[in-house]
Every structure is written in C-alpha cells, then in structure tokens.
C-alpha cells in the first residue's frame, strides 16, 4: 500500500501561528486491530520531531514518497525527495510531527499556520504501516493542536487518488477553485499547478 503523500510545495508567506505547546507531549490513542506488523493494543505516539530527528524523518519521507513513480512521469520523479538541509529549511516555517510505535519513527507531517489558514504538509508514512490509522493520528492529533485556525488546506497531485481518498475521509473537500488556492498559498511551477488540486475542511470559529 502506498503512503499517504498529501505532500505540498513551497510557500512564500512566513507568517506563523500559535500552535499549542502541550502538542509535544500529546498521545493520539489509536489503537491498531489490525494484524501484520503491529500487535493488538499497540499505540501510537504523536509529538513534535526534534532538530536532532532530522535523518530518521528524511529516511521516512524517502522511502513512502518512492511510490510517486507509479503516476509521476520519469522527469519530474526525485528520489531522494527530500534531503536534511530540505528537511531543516521546511522547520524554519513550519512544525514537524512524528509518529512513533514502540519508540520507531514510522511517520511524518508537517504543519505550517499562515494567520487563520493552516497548511498540512509532507505527509507519509513507511509503507509496511499504512493502513492502520497512523496518517490518521498525525492529522487529528494536529487539528487539535490549532489554536485561532479557521480553515485547513492540502495540497496533492491531482492523480494521487490514494492521497484524495484519505483525505475525504478525514472530512476534506475538493476546493472549488485549486488554482486560486495554490496561487495564493505556494510557490508552484507552472507545469505542476496544472497537474495538482487543493483539498480543504473548515474548522469550528471557537477552535
């Protein structure tokens, strides 16, 4: 199963929100019935990724983002997709989460607030976890962690149908005009504004 790669671009506007310190102690109790590699009962752990964490959590986003190649033509494919100077460069405007069972690193998001916009960003998960609720638990554990946020946006390829499902899901709709949003939040090249979508959910006005 691939990741769940709602993975955005770029974003030219730094201006950042309050998230919660509580968010790095915080625990999404998930409990994961299914069988293959985690045992009934298993937790998983949801806290804020350290600058020191930087390896373990590229090595994550290399190996969930490889299944990209099944629909991105051979030109724009990049594998490493992301790099520690990257990885420390997307920290500067933006909070890394991670996912932890039995103390592994097993997944990665990223959150960035702009006033009451946030943009969840990077999101993968190492491919023998998927399926069993961890891109679930970083996401819910960030949306509760948003303090005066309004209004939530991801951006994915348009072909990357795994990424759209999860996200209707988790309550997410196709924005009326992706253009406009990817214009106004990211910093996108031409070809790949045309060949993306955004997916966004609004928030209760007391959040």
Same mark, same amino acid.
């Given at each position: 199963m691939?990741?769940?790669?709602f993975?955005?671009? @770029? ?8 998230? $919660? @310190? ?12 299914e ?13 804020? +990724?350290?600058?020191?964490e *930087? ?13 990209? #190649?099944?629909? +991105? ?20 405007r933006? !909070? ?5 069972? #039995?103390?592994t690193?097993v997944?990665?998001m ?5 006033g009451?916009?946030? +943009?969840?960003?990077?999101a993968?998960i ?9 891109? !679930? ?26 990424a ?6 988790? *309550?997410?709709h196709?924005s ?5 949003? +990817?214009? $106004? ?9 045309? !060949? ?11 959040s």
């Amino acid at each position: 199963m691939p990741n769940h790669p709602f993975s955005t671009y @770029n974003h030219h506007r730094p201006d950042h929100h309050s998230v $919660t @310190n509580e968010s790095f102690t915080s625990i999404a109790h998930h409990r994961l019935l299914e069988g293959g590699h985690l045992a009934v009962g298993d937790r998983i752990f949801i806290r804020k +990724l350290t600058p020191e964490e *930087g390896a373990a959590a590229v090595e994550v986003i290399n190996v969930a983002a490889r299944w990209y #190649r099944e629909f +991105l033509p051979p030109e724009d494919f990049h594998d490493p997709e992301m790099d520690e100077t990257q990885w420390r460069n997307e920290g500067r405007r933006m !909070t890394w989460w991670g996912a932890f069972l #039995r103390g592994t690193l097993v997944g990665v998001m990223g959150c960035e607030p702009i006033g009451e916009v946030a +943009l969840l960003r990077h999101a993968y998960i190492l491919p023998c976890y998927q399926r069993r609720g961890v891109a !679930t638990a970083l996401r819910e554990n960030i949306e509760k962690q948003l303090v005066g946020i309004r209004r939530i946006i991801v951006g994915t390829y348009a072909a990357n149908y795994k990424a759209r499902g999860i996200l209707e899901k988790g *309550g997410y709709h196709l924005s009326s005009d992706s253009e406009a949003v +990817l214009r $106004t939040y990211y910093e996108i090249p031409e070809d790949r504004l045309q !060949t993306s979508v955004t997916f966004e959910k609004c928030l209760s006005t007391d959040s």
